[in-house]
């Protein structure tokens, strides 16, 4: 399987659509963690105790942190989802969905696997956050549905659509002073 974006002879070129606020949060997760490695050398320096190893360690920690917070970057085309995170890439065929699951706790996911085994987990806000992202997964979704390969998950999906209908909505009403 190629990334997403390549092209093999013979198909469409479908445009990629990618998460707009992943800049933002990324950049959070950066000013994160060079705040922690500045606050842990500030004090390390004033207690006197700041050695190379130390400074050392706290950038490991720093960096650890920057790996923990860094969102993974989602992008999506016709027929393809894709999860970039710092250390691993995951992708799934949208268009060969089989299953479609909210996993429940504090942090929601949203679990995607296709026939050939593929798996993506993302947030779902990512999602709601992003209607023409949404607009990609849903379509595929939808004909995967209607075609009986998704087997499970159609409720799921069901739920996520209310949910991104209704914030489309209220964001209507807000920008246009409605509500």
């Avoid at 969102?71 to 999860?83: F, K, N, T």
């Amino acid at each position: 399987m190629g990334r997403i974006g390549d092209v093999g002879p013979g198909q469409y070129h479908a445009p990629v659509v990618r998460d707009d606020g992943w800049g933002a949060d990324a950049r959070f997760a950066c000013v994160c963690a060079a705040t922690l490695l500045g606050l842990l050398l500030v004090i390390d320096a004033g207690a006197g105790s700041l050695t190379w190893w130390r400074a050392a360690l706290w950038a490991a920690l720093a960096v650890l942190l920057l790996v923990v917070l860094t969102p993974p970057r989602v992008s999506a085309q016709a027929g393809r989802l894709v999860s970039r995170g710092v250390l691993c890439e995951r992708s799934v065929r949208t268009d060969r969905l089989v299953s479609v699951r909210r996993s429940g706790g504090v942090a929601q996911r949203l679990i995607l696997r296709d026939a050939e085994g593929g798996r993506v987990e993302l947030d779902p806000r990512v999602l709601v956050a992003n209607p023409p992202l949404w607009r990609v997964v849903d379509e595929d979704a939808r004909a995967c549905l209607a075609a009986g390969l998704l087997l499970c998950g159609g409720n799921s999906m069901r739920q996520l659509s209310e949910r991104i209908d209704s914030e489309t909505a209220q964001a209507v009403f807000r920008v246009s002073g409605l509500g």
